[in-house]
T-cell receptor, first 113, second 115 residues
Framework: KAGVTQTPRYLIKTRGQQVTLSCSPI?????VSWYQQTPGQGLQFLFE???????NKGNFPGRFSGRQFSNSRSEMNVSTLELGDSALYLC????????????FGPGTRLTVT | QKEVEQNSGPLSVPEGAIASLNCTYS??????FFWYRQYSGKSPELIMF????GDKEDGRFTAQLNKASQYVSLLIRDSQPSDSATYLC???????????????FGRGTQLTVWP
């Protein structure tokens, strides 16, 4: 069974731009969660989607948004990029979310200059 | 305040030894616990998960839960140099069956296994 895929793998943007990241979960998984990983803050939860609905949201500003499509693929968008948004963005796939196990994709490394 | 604490290490053990990693969490009612391994430059890989109903063994890995003391441990038997990585502990503080899939992560423990 194929794992979680994320595109693009690497991205360089300048301050003020916006970016869209994509995640395709494991086949049959309906829950997608997004996390941000930085050396200073570690892994922090952004939001979770299930059946095209945002079910849970972390403490990030409104510049961070996401959506999920009917095939469970998910995108996250960051508008008006700031230098501090430079991070590894990870998508995690779960069969039904909740307390079930989550499997991470390879991540998208975003650098904001 | 939901918190997950890990000793950042580094933890260094010789090849063949048992590596013991610990993680404490803030909410006694937590139901699900996860251990991830992360190699440098890679994404976290799920290696073990347990729920509040018991310990679990999988090959060289054993995850143990102490609910009274609110800590979970990961034991790696017969440690190999390929086990050298950062180990992340994650907790879902929600009740079993909850739809809230948010994981809280510790900062990770760096493990080095030397030949």
């Amino acid at each position: 069974k194929a794992g979680v895929t994320q595109t693009p793998r690497y991205l360089i943007k300048t301050r003020g731009q916006q970016v869209t990241l994509s995640c395709s979960p494991i086949s049959g998984h309906r829950s997608v969660s997004w996390y941000q990983q930085t050396p200073g803050q570690g892994l922090q939860f952004l939001f979770e989607y299930f059946s095209e609905t945002q079910r849970n949201k972390g403490n990030f500003p409104g510049r961070f948004s996401g959506r999920q499509f009917s095939n469970s693929r998910s995108e996250m968008n960051v508008s008006t990029l700031e230098l501090g948004d430079s991070a590894l963005y990870l998508c995690a796939s779960s069969f039904s979310g909740g307390t079930h196990e989550q499997y991470f994709g390879p991540g998208t490394r975003l650098t904001v200059t | 305040q939901k918190e997950v604490e890990q000793n950042s290490g580094p933890l260094s053990v010789p090849e063949g030894a048992i590596a013991s990693l610990n993680c404490t969490y803030s909410d006694r009612g937590s139901q699900s616990f996860f251990w991830y391994r992360q190699y440098s430059g890679k994404s976290p890989e799920l290696i073990m998960f347990i729920y509040s109903n018991g310990d679990k063994e999988d090959g060289r890995f054993t995850a143990q839960l102490n609910k009274a003391s609110q800590y979970v441990s990961l034991l790696i038997r017969d440690s190999q140099p390929s086990d050298s990585a950062t180990y992340l502990c994650a907790v879902n503080f929600s009740d079993r069956g909850s739809t809230l899939g948010r994981l809280y992560f510790g900062r990770g423990t760096q493990l080095t296994v030397w030949p």
